[in-house]
């Protein structure tokens, strides 16, 4: 089946600072993938869906500008947590279409301290 | 809105019972409904994909079925490995995004 890959899988970063997560699928262009949030012991919220070479549309009650999303090839997105608080801390994953099916990445870990 | 339930939140087996996982959903214009496998800390797995009703599909102890208002997961003689997070979503109308459901969380003791 198709690979998406998440890159860091886990980052510790101080209150205010940005982190930047990388989105990529590996074996296929992925012309719309997707950002979500996890919860412990919750399920996925989508949190903003990316088009290659447009800007992102984002769910309600999502800040477009602190979760700054960047689709720049069908290869490759970009999630920037900017200004991370605590409260950011949670699981995000990246999803990606093929003409078929959806496929999810690994997830990251992002803890704020 | 679309909605997805899953039931139930959580299930205890032993290895080898069988059972059954529900997903209903209301929607309108189903185009697939998906299962997805997640283990803790990672993301999910796809499983099978869904288009219409009647519609059943197999891997391994799995099937999966659907109807006009839901799609149950049957797990047949589970095993411990197979004790994991089992998320159903769909897609309907003219949306890419899926809805999920909230899961049930699946444990198979030895």
């Known amino acids: 089946g198709a690979v998406v890959s998440q890159h860091p899988s886990r980052v510790i970063c101080k209150s205010g600072t940005s982190v930047k997560i990388e989105c990529r699928s590996l074996?296929?262009?992925?012309?719309?993938m997707f950002w979500y949030r996890q919860f412990p012991k919750q399920s996925l919220m989508l949190m903003a869906t990316?088009?290659?070479?447009?800007?992102?549309?984002?769910e309600q009650g999502v800040e477009k500008d602190k979760f700054l999303i960047n689709h720049a090839s069908l290869t490759l997105s970009t999630l920037t947590v900017t200004s991370a608080h605590p409260e950011d801390s949670s699981f995000y994953i990246c999803?990606?279409?093929?003409?078929?099916?959806?496929?999810f990445g690994p997830g990251t870990r992002l803890t704020v301290t | 809105e679309d909605q997805v339930t899953q039931s139930p939140e959580a299930l205890r087996l032993q290895e080898g019972e069988s059972s059954s996982l529900n997903c209903s959903y209301t929607v309108s214009g189903l185009r697939g409904l998906f299962w997805y496998r997640q283990d803790p800390g990672k993301g999910p797995e796809f499983l099978f994909t869904?288009?219409?009703a009647g519609e059943e599909k197999e891997k391994e102890r799995l099937k999966a079925t659907l109807t006009k208002k839901e799609s149950f997961l049957h797990i047949t003689a589970p095993k411990p490995e197979d004790s994991a997070t089992y998320l159903c979503a769909v897609q309907a109308g003219s949306a890419r995004q899926l809805t999920f459901g909230s899961g049930t969380q699946l444990t198979v003791l030895p």
């Open positions: 074996d296929f262009q992925a012309t719309t």
């Open positions: 999803s990606a279409r093929d003409n078929y099916e959806q496929y």
């Open positions: 869904l288009y219409s």
């Open positions: 990316s088009n290659e070479g447009s800007k992102a549309t984002y």
